[in-house]
T-cell receptor, first 113, second 115 residues
Framework: GEDVEQSLFLSVREGDSSVINCTYT??????LYWYKQEPGAGLQLLTY?????DMKQDQRLTVLLNKKDKHLSLRIADTQTGDSAIYFC?????????????FGTGTRLQVFP | DGGITQSPKYLFRKEGQNVTLSCEQN?????MYWYRQDPGQGLRLIYY???????QKGDIAEGYSVSREKKESFPLTVTSAQKNPTAFYLC??????????????FGEGSRLTVL
């Protein structure tokens, strides 16, 4: 079935790296995404990775994809208090990438000084 | 500025009442979506629409209804048949044709509380 799993909470010290993990079930997903949700707001796309890539780096963000294990991770370098939010991974399910996105449960990242 | 506007931001409803949540976008996007967010459960898809006058049920459509009479508008009605309507509702839109990444653009959300 369709299921995207994440741990619910992560707490890190400011300046450290954060690693948020996600496991997904559909090996045919074309794209995998990381979205960020700040308190009381909607989600914003942080980054995405195409399924034929293993890694993607974008400034402080590094996405790693292990297709064999169906594991996706998001690493945030030099984590700041402004990074405190809920992070969702998502996989695309349809023929067209927007047909259906399956979201994970979200990981609440708390950054303390 | 282009974006998605949801209203109202907060809504209180008595049991047995229907309520309609508004979602308007001026991004000229073809597709629009409604998600429900509950603590610890992530986002679950209620309904989505790829084109005007057409929409499909998502994973949890029971107790909800939608319409798509205009490209820019996709209102969601939470009916009295929805057993547990208290939640945070998110509307989103995306370009359908010609875009590879499938990025969703979200509104700020509407928090519905049933008293």
């Amino acid at each position: 079935g369709e299921d995207v799993e994440q741990s619910l909470f992560l707490s890190v010290r400011e300046g450290d790296s954060s690693v948020i993990n996600c496991t997904y079930t559909d090996s045919s997903s074309t794209y995998l995404y990381w979205y960020k949700q700040e308190p009381g707001a909607g989600l914003q796309l942080l980054t995405y990775i195409f399924s034929n890539m293993d890694m993607k780096q974008d400034q402080r963000l590094t996405v790693l994809l292990n297709k064999k294990d169906k594991h996706l991770s998001l690493r945030i370098a030099d984590t700041q208090t402004g990074d405190s939010a809920i992070y969702f991974c998502a996989e695309s399910m349809g023929i067209r990438n927007t047909d259906k996105l399956i979201f994970g449960t979200g990981t609440r990242l708390q950054v303390f000084p | 500025d282009g974006g998605i506007t949801q209203s109202p931001k907060y809504l209180f409803r008595k049991e047995g009442q229907n309520v309609t949540l508004s979602c308007e976008q001026n991004l000229n996007h073809d597709a629009m979506y409604w998600y429900r967010q509950d603590p610890g459960q992530g986002l679950r898809l209620i309904y989505y629409s790829q084109i005007v006058n057409d929409f499909q049920k998502g994973d949890i459509a029971e107790g909800y209804s939608v319409s798509r009479e205009k490209k820019e508008s996709f209102p969601l009605t939470v009916t009295s048949a929805q057993k547990n309507p208290t939640a945070f509702y998110l509307c989103a839109s995306s370009i359908v044709a010609g875009v590879e990444t499938g990025e969703l653009f979200f509104g700020e959300g509407s928090r519905l509380t049933v008293l």
